[in-house]
C-alpha cells in the first residue's frame, strides 16, 4: 500500500489559503479516484486502488490522508497512519507548499530535510526518518515587507491557474502511484505549468 498526505490546517478559515495546497490536491486526487474521505483519528482518510502503469499488474492499493492536526503537528498524524495501516515511510507521498518554488511549478523530491517547511520537519522530527518522498507544489515568496507567515495563510490570487496546478499537482501524484517516482520526476520537475496554460 502506498499513501499520499496533504498538508494544511483544518477549517474553513484556512481552506483555500496557499498553506492548504496539500488538502486541495489531495481532495482533487479523491475525485479522480471516487473515493470518500472519513474522519479516522488524526486524519481525514479514503483509501481505495488505482490500476497500475505495467500492463496486466495488480491496481496499487492507495491511502490518501488529511491530517487534522494543524501543519506544525503534522506528525502525529503520520505517526498514526504507519501505526494503523501497513505502509513504510517511503511509501508515503507527502504534498505540501513551497515557497522556494514560483507559483505554477510542481517539483518532486526524494527526501532529505524539511527546507523549513514546519509540517515537513514535524513528521521527520516524530518518525525520526526523512527518507520519504515529497511532491513540492510552488506558492511563491511575498513581496517585500510581507510577513511569510501571513503570506503563507493568505488566499491566492488567481482562481483559474489555481485549479490548473492543483489538476496537474494531482495528475502527478497519481503518476507516482502507477509508474513510480522516477518516472513522475522526469515527466513533472520540469515543466512550468503557468508556460504550458500561455501556449495553449
Same mark, same amino acid.
Given at each position: 500500500?502506498?499513501?499520499?498526505?496533504?498538508?494544511?490546517?483544518?477549517?474553513? &478559515?484556512?481552506?483555500?489559503? &496557499?498553506?492548504?495546497?496539500?488538502?486541495?490536491? /489531495?481532495?482533487?486526487?479523491?475525485?479522480?479516484?471516487?473515493?470518500?474521505?472519513?474522519?479516522?483519528?488524526? =486524519?481525514?482518510?479514503?483509501?481505495?486502488?488505482?490500476?497500475?502503469?505495467?500492463?496486466?499488474?495488480?491496481?496499487?492499493?492507495?491511502?490518501?490522508?488529511?491530517?487534522?492536526?494543524?501543519?506544525?503537528? =503534522?506528525?502525529?498524524?503520520?505517526?498514526?497512519?504507519?501505526?494503523?495501516?501497513?505502509?513504510?515511510?517511503?511509501?508515503?507521498?507527502? /504534498?505540501?507548499?513551497?515557497?522556494?518554488?514560483?507559483?505554477?511549478?510542481?517539483?518532486?523530491?526524494?527526501?532529505?530535510? =524539511?527546507?523549513?517547511?514546519?509540517?515537513?520537519?514535524?513528521?521527520?522530527?516524530?518518525?525520526?526518518?526523512?527518507?520519504?518522498?515529497?511532491?513540492?507544489?510552488?506558492?511563491?515568496?511575498?513581496?517585500?515587507?510581507?510577513?511569510?507567515?501571513?503570506?503563507?495563510?493568505?488566499?491566492?490570487?488567481?482562481?483559474?491557474?489555481?485549479?490548473?496546478?492543483?489538476?496537474?499537482?494531482?495528475?502527478?501524484?497519481?503518476?507516482?502511484?502507477?509508474?513510480?517516482?522516477?518516472?513522475?520526476?522526469?515527466?513533472?520537475?520540469?515543466?512550468?505549468?503557468?508556460?504550458?496554460?500561455?501556449?495553449?
Amino acid at each position: 500500500m502506498k499513501c499520499l498526505i496533504g498538508l494544511g490546517n483544518p477549517g474553513k &478559515r484556512y481552506a483555500l489559503t &496557499r498553506h492548504n495546497i496539500g488538502y486541495m490536491v /489531495i481532495d482533487r486526487i479523491g475525485q479522480k479516484l471516487g473515493l470518500k474521505f472519513v474522519e479516522r483519528g488524526f =486524519s481525514s482518510i479514503a483509501s481505495g486502488s488505482v490500476p497500475h502503469g505495467l500492463k496486466d499488474a495488480e491496481p496499487s492499493r492507495v491511502l490518501l490522508a488529511k491530517p487534522a492536526t494543524y501543519m506544525n503537528r =503534522s506528525g502525529v498524524a503520520v505517526v498514526e497512519i504507519l501505526e494503523d495501516f501497513p505502509i513504510l515511510i517511503q511509501d508515503v507521498l507527502v /504534498i505540501h507548499d513551497d515557497m522556494d518554488i514560483p507559483f505554477g511549478r510542481i517539483r518532486f523530491k526524494r527526501n532529505g530535510s =524539511s527546507g523549513g517547511h514546519k509540517g515537513v520537519q514535524s513528521i521527520i522530527d516524530l518518525t525520526g526518518q526523512c527518507d520519504f518522498p515529497r511532491l513540492k507544489v510552488g506558492i511563491g515568496r511575498p513581496e517585500a515587507g510581507t510577513d511569510p507567515a501571513d503570506y503563507v495563510l493568505s488566499t491566492f490570487d488567481d482562481g483559474d491557474l489555481l485549479s490548473e496546478v492543483v489538476e496537474t499537482a494531482a495528475c502527478a501524484a497519481i503518476m507516482f502511484l502507477t509508474s513510480g517516482l522516477g518516472q513522475a520526476m522526469n515527466q513533472y520537475n520540469s515543466g512550468l505549468i503557468l508556460e504550458e496554460l500561455e501556449r495553449k
